[in-house]
């Protein structure tokens, strides 16, 4: 967790602070009697007087994320055409389109854009998931597309209102629906020449308040060389426009990461094809797109990059994903909005048990914000309390 996400639970955290304190002291005094044991490469514990067991903890937490499942929120931005649906079906191996439930959520925005999203219940061997992709059919369609990012700033603003509007109420529940939206895939026609001042706008713009994850849509119409010319210019244009797209190079979290997320942005953005058809090739069973020429395998990464695609969503960074939503992305606006909340509300000294001030591990210039504007000493009383 990035120090801000640190802060945001300690309040909520007193009551455990004791009992980490506990486990301090214990583990002083409960040292393995023989240190070595391990270090000899002894594997099984069966009549082993120094195992404790620690590492139970992660079947533990297996076992609980398998029962709890998880959630995706996974937003969807191109001009219409351009294989937004059909890429989230080959993701998910249609299982989108043929399992959708409880359209739960429509929001009509009149003029530019309508925003949908459908939640889907999946489920792979025995791991459960809620998927919901939000659609945005409308985006870029109109002659006029000036501020067209404008409605989707907002739905994405308004689902972390959502989630602040539960974590600041008493009743919390024991778990708050998280409907904040963790990564945006942003489809670029397959023109071959350059980014367009809409694609440039929108992604300046919303790189600031939730992951872009840019692919070329439609990659077969491209030839190989243009494919790589587009790609190389497309990240030469993200440079120069100050867009940070993910996995953002300042999140990395230590070297081998920082190894990992380079070959991806090395790469970034995917030339991906999509398909919800099955072929027989080779007597396997494929997605793909049947041409007069052959067939597309979607997931042959000869074929086209949807398999690093699919890999970088689902397979290898989907937590990574869904952590800096909530400890960056969230953080901020959370932390923006307790500011202007805050600013509006004037205190009492004689209300607030004094509390000398002190770092608390925050960024300078938002730590300083916040203690102007009274939320620091509030939150510090609070603890006091507790
Ligand atoms: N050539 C090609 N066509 C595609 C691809 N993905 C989707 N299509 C086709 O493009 C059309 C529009 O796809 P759709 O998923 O409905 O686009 P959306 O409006 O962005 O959701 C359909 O006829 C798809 O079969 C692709 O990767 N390559
Ligand atoms: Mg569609």
């Known amino acids: 967790m990035t120090k801000l996400g640190h802060l945001v639970n300690k309040s909520m955290d007193t009551l455990g602070s004791e009992v980490s304190l506990c486990h301090i002291s214990m583990s002083e005094s409960t040292k393995p009697l023989h240190p070595n044991s391990q270090a000899k490469g ?22 609980k994320a398998m029962k ?3 959630e995706l929120n996974i937003m969807v931005v191109g001009q219409s055409g351009l294989g937004k649906s059909t ?30 999203s459908i939640s889907h219940d999946i489920e792979e061997k025995g791991v459960r998931m809620k998927l919901t992709v939000i659609d945005t059919p409308g985006f870029g369609d109109q002659i006029n597309n000036e501020n067209c990012w404008q409605p989707l700033m907002r ?10 509007q539960e974590e600041i109420n008493i009743n919390r529940k024991k778990r708050i629906p998280d409907s904040r939206v963790h990564c945006c895939i942003y489809f670029i026609p397959p023109t071959g020449h350059c980014l367009r001042p809409i694609d440039v706008e929108f992604m300046r713009r919303l790189s600031k308040v939730v992951n872009i994850v840019p692919v070329i849509a439609k990659a077969d119409t491209l030839t190989l060389e243009e494919r790589d010319y587009f790609k190389q210019t497309i990240r030469e244009e993200l440079r120069a426009n100050g867009i940070d797209v ?40 494929i997605l793909g797109r049947k041409t007069k020429w052959g067939t597309i395998e979607v997931e042959n990464s000869t074929h086209c ?36 909340s805050n600013a509006n509300i ?21 730590s300083s914000s916040l203690q102007t504007n009274g939320v620091t000493s509030q939150h510090k009383a609070l603890t006091h309390e507790m």
């Open 305 to 340: 990059e949807f398999a690093h695609l699919r890999d970088l969503l689902i397979r290898t960074h989907m937590q990574n994903i869904k952590d800096i939503t909530g400890s960056i992305h969230y953080e901020m606006y959370r932390v923006r909005r307790l500011n202007e």
């Open 346 to 366: 004037s205190f009492e000294p004689s209300d607030l048990p004094t509390v000398e001030p002190k770092t608390n591990g925050l960024p300078e210039e938002l």
């Open 155 to 164: 739905f994405i603003n308004d689902q972390y209102e959502a989630y602040l």
């Open 87 to 116: 890429l989230m079906n080959t993701l998910f191996k249609s299982k989108v389109s043929r399992k959708s439930v409880q359209p739960n959520l429509e929001e009509r925005i009149p003029k530019t854009i309508e925003i949908k």
């Open 246 to 285: 993910y996995p953002q190079k300042e999140f990395d979290d230590d070297a081998e990461d920082r190894l990992i997320n380079d070959k991806i942005r090395e790469m970034i953005p995917f030339a991906v094809v999509g398909s919800d058809q099955e072929y027989q090739v080779n007597g396997k069973r």
């Open 68 to 70: 709890q499942g998880f």
């Open 42 to 63: 002894e594997k099984s514990h069966g009549g082993d007087f120094s195992y404790v067991g620690i590492d139970a903890i992660l079947e533990q937490m297996r076992r």
